[in-house]
């Protein structure tokens, strides 16, 4: 069980860091009402996944459109930034975070006030275009009917993260990977390791001279192997506490 002397080796691991960036998963937004995909009570314990599969999608745009449409926008929709979304974001004003490179694609991060994003699988609340590649906001595109077509050139509109069977989007896989092995504080939050190319990230932060800073609910893929303190706390505990010492350490 985490202490209170791992928050404060937390928070002064923070302190002496002279670049610190965070890589966060699926378990940060947890708390934001947002289900993992994977694991017992995850997204693909109820939904076939194939409706993310580009090829599916391109064959089947309706279809797809559907269950993205409940899935992404009229659920997730809903759901705002956590106090550990928040923490990060104060934690970047504060000079103490460069970056956060995130698997995630719920917008959360922007919605907390972060700037500095790499977002390593996309955000859902932009649509593309699959033929012109023009970039929308969700708001300027009406989804009452499905699927969506361009306003540019009539062609069929997808939401702007990856699919089963897409490349990593520049430029943030190229920045991702820059930044990982800039940083001499690397914070994990959330995220076992599970997912590829992503699951390679925190391993290159370690390779280059990293300090590994790891909150999870449970044991990761990462723990035992490039962890150098591990706090088995929720993330908005867990990062709450930390903003809380950092605040009796300095000025914050």
Not at 184 to 199: N, R, W
Not at 202 to 230: C, M, Q, R, V, W
Request: hydrophobic share 40%; proline share 5%; net charge negative.
């Amino acid at each position: 069980m985490t202490d209170n002397t791992d928050i404060e080796r937390a928070a002064q691991m923070i302190i002496n860091a002279s670049r610190t960036v965070a890589f966060t998963g699926a378990g940060i937004s947890v708390e934001s009402g947002i289900p993992p995909f994977r694991g017992e009570d995850g997204l693909w314990s109820k939904y076939n996944p194939e409706f993310l599969d580009i090829f599916y999608f391109t064959h089947h745009p309706k279809e797809s459109w559907k269950l993205i449409k409940e899935i992404f926008f009229d659920f997730f929709g809903q759901a705002k930034p956590n106090d550990a979304h928040i923490a990060l974001a104060t934690l970047e004003k504060a000079g103490l975070l460069q970056a956060i490179i995130t698997q995630n694609i719920d917008n959360l991060h922007h919605e907390a006030g972060s700037k500095t994003i790499y977002e390593f699988h996309g955000n859902s609340h932009k649509l593309v275009c699959t033929q012109c590649n023009t970039s929308f906001h969700l708001g300027e595109i009406s989804l009452e009917s499905l699927p969506p077509y361009c306003l540019k050139c009539n062609n069929l509109l997808k939401p702007d993260f990856i699919f089963f069977g897409e490349a990593i989007p520049e430029p943030a896989n190229s920045m991702s990977f820059a930044e990982t092995e800039k940083a001499d504080l690397f914070i994990l939050i959330g995220t076992m390791g599970e997912v590829m190319p992503a699951s390679l990230i925190p391993d290159l932060a370690k390779k280059a001279g990293a300090k590994i800073l790891e909150i999870n609910i449970e044991p990761s893929a990462y723990t035992n192997k490039i962890t150098d303190l591990f706090i088995q706390k929720k993330a908005t505990q867990a990062m709450t506490e930390i903003v809380l010492e950092l605040k009796n350490k300095m000025a914050l």
